[in-house]
């Protein structure tokens, strides 16, 4: 909402506003682009504009939104997911991630999932069997180990503390 309304303050047209995208109905001039830039950083929002960092934030776009959206189906493939949104092989996607982010899409796609365990952990209206199968885990076994490895810390265990439970999705 934050974007959309930045966008129409300066009188600008867009044919969509999605989580990490816009597409305006027309071109801008170098100068209204760099107030709509200064108004976006003040909200804490910055305007992509290279190729390679259009795709990574597209990447990050996708694996976030199959992981956290609640009708998302994690059983597909991610290389598969990905390479069907994104229209480039998946060896060039994997490897600008990695270049650019210095971690693969797979380690990015596991602490997502590690976070959005945290999450319904959190609000304990799943079990862990339950929370397994909805991300795709193929036993609760191997949730909690991955978790440990990522948290340092069992399931079970985090859910009785208190403090320092999620960060944010930008810091994953």
Do not use: C, W
């Amino acid at each position: 909402m934050v974007v959309k309304t930045v966008f129409e303050a300066f009188d600008l047209e867009t044919e969509y506003v999605r989580l990490g995208d816009v597409k305006l109905t027309k071109e801008i001039s170098t100068e209204k682009k760099q107030q709509v830039t200064t108004a976006l950083e003040q909200y804490g929002f910055s305007i992509i504009d290279d190729k390679k960092s259009k795709i990574i934030e597209k990447i990050k776009t996708l694996i976030v939104e199959l992981v956290h959206q609640q009708e998302s189906d994690l059983r597909i493939n991610l290389s598969t997911y990905l390479t069907n949104h994104i229209n480039h092989d998946y060896n060039y996607i994997t490897n600008l991630f990695s270049e650019v982010e210095g971690t693969t899409i797979e380690k990015y796609y596991i602490n997502q999932k590690i976070e959005r365990v945290k999450e319904l952990l959190v609000y304990n209206e799943l079990t862990l069997n339950e929370i397994s199968y909805q991300l795709n885990y193929s036993s609760v076994s191997h949730l909690s180990n991955q978790f440990k490895k990522i948290t340092g810390l069992t399931p079970s265990h985090f859910k009785n503390i208190q403090t320092n439970k999620r960060k944010p999705l930008d810091k994953v």
